[in-house]
């Protein structure tokens, strides 16, 4: 009876979502535009699955009047903090970016369905940019599930690539770089773990940029693996509500926010290789 119901409450659209304040811890500046914020729940923290986000209330910014959705980056259920990996690019994360120990933070928390785990399989996850944030807590979980992972970042400088070390716990790292400056020169589909014409990965998972999404799962496609894809479709709500986040799939209009983020990249209209010129064209 436990089990089913541990079960159940793993479904992801079954999870109970919670506000929660949280107390800053720190607030890390990782390179000119990416800060890494430590918060900690004064109430335990809910289960929440790999690629759920949280939607985060923007006090202090007069112009921010809706929640913004963030990746879960990290969990830690022993001591209630979590980490959220922020990228400046507006009003909005340019406030949290300014946020100091000892502020609060209102959270809705867990949202969206969260990657499908494989298990004592070999995988590959791909992080472009700022994309690399839902991978932290994605590479802990597949690593406890026996998965032997590599992980491709990939970026225009060095500068741009983000914690590589702190994730070699979990996978073996490679990096591309647009101008050389680190790893490999090029873009991640350049990279030499993409090149074999037999890749060994039973999924990959990805998450950056949408044209870069979309060549990974182009490789993907070409060879029969499942190709996971995380959207970051403009949200508002983050709950199914407004339909603000609507992609186009195979079984019709779908929300981002509750039957994403993560789609399987065949299941979203114009995303494969072979029909993707003409459903651009339809639009
Ligand atoms: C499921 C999901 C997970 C996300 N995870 C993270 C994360 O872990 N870390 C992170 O830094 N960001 C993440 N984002 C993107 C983040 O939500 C936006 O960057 C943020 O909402 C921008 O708010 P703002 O007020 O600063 O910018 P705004 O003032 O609202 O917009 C500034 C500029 O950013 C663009 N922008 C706004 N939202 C997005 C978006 N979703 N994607 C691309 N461009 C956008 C706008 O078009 C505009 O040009 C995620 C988005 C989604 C949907
Ligand atoms: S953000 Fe409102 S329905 Fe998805």
């Not at 932290?136 to 992972?149: D, G, P, Q, R, V």
């Amino acid at each position: 009876m436990r089990t089913f119901f541990l079960l159940l409450i793993s479904i992801p659209g079954l999870m109970k979502k919670h506000i929660i304040d949280f107390k800053i811890l720190t607030n890390t500046a990782l390179n000119h535009n990416h800060n890494l914020l430590e918060m900690e729940s004064a109430v335990p923290l809910p289960e929440m699955l790999p690629g759920q986000f949280a939607e985060v209330r923007v006090d202090g910014s007069e112009t921010t009047y809706l929640r913004r959705p963030f990746s879960i980056h990290r969990v830690d259920y022993s001591s209630n903090t979590m980490h959220l990996l922020i990228k400046s690019v507006g009003k909005g994360t340019e406030t949290l970016a300014g946020l100091k120990p000892g502020d609060k933070l209102n959270v809705m928390l867990p949202l969206g369905n969260g990657f499908p785990l494989e298990e004592n399989k070999k995988v590959l996850l791909v992080g472009g940019g700022c994309g690399i944030a839902p991978l932290w807590f994605l590479a802990k979980e597949l690593k406890l599930k026996n998965c032997s992972t590599d992980l491709l970042i990939g970026g225009r400088s060095a500068r741009d690539i983000l914690m590589a070390d702190d994730y070699r716990q979990f996978a073996t790292v490679h990096i591309a770089t647009e101008d050389g400056s680190l790893g490999e020169t090029g873009m991640v589909t350049g990279h030499s773990v993409l090149k074999s014409e037999s890749l060994p990965y039973r999924s990959i998972y990805c998450c950056g940029p949408d044209g870069m999404m979309r060549a990974v799962s182009h490789i993907a496609e070409k060879q029969g693996i499942p190709c996971l894809v995380s959207l970051e479709n403009t949200m508002a709500c983050g709950i199914g509500a407004c339909l603000c986040c609507v992609v186009d799939t195979n079984q019709g209009h779908r929300c981002v926010c509750t039957d994403g983020p993560v789609f399987n990249s065949l299941e979203l209209k114009g995303w494969s290789a072979e029909t993707e010129v003409g459903c651009s064209l339809d639009k």
